[in-house]
């Protein structure tokens, strides 16, 4: 089992940047594809970027040149620098770990969810 744990949420105006961190335990992280996950209010959850065991990055297009996923294998942990924020962003952010092979952009296939941290974008 994986547990996992998102902080570095808040409150950024416009234009502004926000880097979030989510803090594996309980299994060998470096084995995962990590992926980032976003839920805006009154929306369904959608994909935001993923990150493979070798460093392989996937993002969709709304944040892509915007946003940069990372992982420090030593450190369990995987960041999401998210710049160039706009209002559309805010959303609850959620990190997510899968073993399964591919694109990894659908929810279904990821096993194990933190539990969220909020980004609020907005003047």
């Known amino acids: 089992q994986v547990q996992l744990v998102e902080s570095g949420g808040g409150l950024v105006q416009p234009g502004g940047s926000l880097r979030l961190s989510c803090a594996a335990s309980?299994?060998?992280?470096?084995?995962?594809?990590m992926g980032w996950f976003r839920q805006p209010p009154g929306k369904e959850r959608e994909f935001v970027a993923r990150?493979?065991?070798?460093?392989?990055?996937y993002y969709a297009g709304s944040v892509k040149g915007r946003f940069t996923i990372s992982r420090d294998n030593a450190k369990n942990t995987m960041y999401l620098q998210m710049n160039s924020l706009e209002p559309e962003d805010t959303a609850v952010y959620f990190c997510?770990?899968?073993?399964?092979?591919?694109?990894?952009?659908?929810?279904?296939?990821?096993?194990?969810w933190g539990q969220g941290t909020q980004v609020t974008v907005s003047s």
């Open positions: 997510a770990s899968t073993m399964q092979n591919g694109i990894n952009y659908r929810i279904s296939e990821y096993d194990y």
């Open positions: 990150i493979t065991w070798s460093g392989g990055t």
């Open positions: 309980g299994s060998i992280f470096s084995r995962y594809t």
